[in-house]
């Protein structure tokens, strides 16, 4: 038993900051990768940031300059700062982790339920 949570989501203006988080809590044995994806209303879900195990990091281009993840081991949480935020960044953000849990200790993808971000101008 794995689950993500999403926090931090809200309405901002734009050029505004805002700090996701995700914690993941269950029966987990190590957290491999681990991300942020978004879905704006009547767009596919598109990945926004990826970090590994080893902190290596990538971004969407149109958030790269704004957006930094990162992630802390010990609290099993990744994080999502945003800044200089667009309209165009609106949409339903979702946590997303690639970990090894449950009594059979198997590798699966999880998905948070998503948190809303809404930015204004």
């Known amino acids: 038993q794995v689950q993500l949570v999403e926090s931090g989501g809200g309405l901002v203006q734009a050029g505004g900051s805002l700090r996701l988080s995700c914690a993941a809590s269950?029966?987990?044995?190590?957290?491999?990768?681990m991300g942020w994806y978004r879905q704006a209303p009547g767009k596919q879900r598109e990945l926004v940031a990826h970090?590994?195990?080893?902190?290596?990091?990538n971004y969407a281009d149109s958030v790269k300059g704004r957006f930094t993840i990162s992630r802390d081991n010990a609290k099993k949480t990744v994080s999502l700062q945003m800044n200089s935020l667009k309209t165009e960044d609106t949409a339903v953000y979702y946590c997303?982790?690639?970990?090894?849990?449950?009594?059979?200790?198997?590798?699966?993808?999880?998905w948070g339920r998503g948190t809303q971000v809404t930015v204004s101008s």
């Open positions: 970090i590994t195990s080893t902190s290596d990091t």
């Open positions: 997303n982790a690639d970990i090894t849990g449950g009594i059979l200790r198997r590798k699966s993808v999880y």
């Open positions: 269950g029966s987990i044995f190590s957290i491999n990768a």
